[in-house]
């Protein structure tokens, strides 16, 4: 986003066409490949996909804006997840919604609950921001000098909130009974419906924040931020409340992410572990710090890992992600979107 | 306007500023002088706000401003322009300035001060939508000043504005600063080169280990003497 002049090399994109074919001829080798299987992997992938991105958006937006990664971001979506979960078993059953919206009442119990992930989670991570983070920083230079203190206070943060959370929620994974109607079945397989809801609602989110980072003032006045502290100081920009702002967004991004899984598989204490590191992989494959970037490598992290546990070996599911990323990082290491601006002269 | 006060600051635990006197009248130029590492821009730095006042103060427009954030400085209509290469690359002309206007409330204000700086500086108006790192150095600077000028500011202070430019554009900017003076701003105006600072400027200091050195008159000050050769590199100014 904050990056738009293009620097390619075109021997690294042919090597890497390469792998790709390379890749995509061993999948059609399988002997499970067919249009039907096809089509449940692209939307296993995508969905899967999709929760990488927005996980893997949060950090690339806290490495703009804050020049550290975030390494205790998997637990903010593993606390959202949480916060949906009890927001709706704190409505229960609500009569009155049922009696006037019979259709639909499972959606708007679910909605409900999305929305208070993204509000209490973007709370809680200004709370976090201010109380354990910024403190950090009190000698002076910001967060860019306080940088590795951060870092590591990020793997701290994320062993205290596992913890935390450990002891208000029990370690036992819970179902997250939304009534979302009946699964339906794509290439042969009976998906639940959630699948389908988790790409929609992760593109609008992620549409939602290009439009708020682009078309808003607090949007420009943000990439104004991730940019330049100081320059942004000398416009008048309250830079201190603008960096809260950035990490509450991209907490409530993660809680968003959490609360959309959560229905599809279960909702547990040590799920944020894995989806760091997977969406780090993701910020990694589309270019860290490139917000679309973020995205594009969260879809790709999500069909590639699909597709070969499909067609190559199901046992090694958590491994591709990994291996994909390694690959990019040989071959094209600014990943997919990552580039540098340069200034003319 | 502006009065500084035996300022004294620095960066971490490195002192730059010994107790700097200023002042600026209102609707001047002055011009502040020195060579490389003697503390203009720190002087700048401080009064916007960027790094803290150790002791001494700062006054603007009556009131004490040494202890206030960045943001509010600007809020109280005093500005720091940057040198050119301080835009945000990635964005386009308009974007910067309508970043330069973040502090307006209503987008009617923003809208009448982006026709006044185009109004200034026609060049940026032919290139509104590209983005600023494809500008040239004189076209950023353009870009620069006319950001500072689109928070309705009644001061603004210049960081050599003629940094690595061409002879004819330097001449350009500096009419512009005139201009600006001339609709009611004032300017102060932190200059390597020290003949055309002098030409433009009402008053002048000169500044050396974080003291105010020599001051007086602009046109006293390009005869003087003794600030030529100690602090202005020692060679005769030309004058016509």
Redesign the interface.
Known sequence: M????RIGKRGENIIFSVFVLIYIAWCVSSPDMNIESLKSVLTIGLSVGIIYGLVALGISLIYTGLDVVNFSHGEFFMIGAFAGLTMFNVLGDQEWIFNVFPDAYGWIIYVVCLFTAFVSMGLFGVFIERVFLRPLTKK?GGYTVAGMGIIICGFGLSVVLINVAYLIWNPVAKPFPAELGLPMEIGGLFLPITYIWMIVVGLGVAAGLWFFLNKT?MG??I??VA??K???????????LYISIIFGIACAIAGIGGTLVGPTYQVVVFMGYIILMKAFAAAVVGGFGNLPGAIVGGFTVGIFETASSFYISGSHKDLYAFLLMIVVLMIKPTGFFGTQ????? | MLKIDQLVSGY?TVQILNGANMKVDNQSIVALLGGNGTGKSTILKAT???IRAWKGSIEFDGEQIHNL???EI??RGL??V?QG???????SVT?NL???G??LKTKKQLNDNLEKVFNYFPRLNERKDQ?A?????GELQMLCIG?GLM?NPKMIMLDEPSAALAPQIVLDIFKNINRIRKDGLTVLIVEQNVRMALLLADYGYVIKDGVINVEGDSKKLMYDESVKESYLGGTKVNVQ
């Not at chain 2, 290469?85 to 964005?91: C, G, S, Y």
């Open positions: 904050f990056n738009k002049l002076g003032k420009l006045g990439r104004a940019f330049s100081d320059v942004s100081n000398l416009v008048g920009i309250n830079v201190p601006v340069k200034m003319k002269a | 971490g916007s706000g960027l954030p960045p943001h600007v809020g500005v720091q940057t290469k301080d835009v945000f690359p990635a964005m974007e309508r970043l330069g973040f502090i983005l790192a494809t500008l040239s150095g950001r928070s």
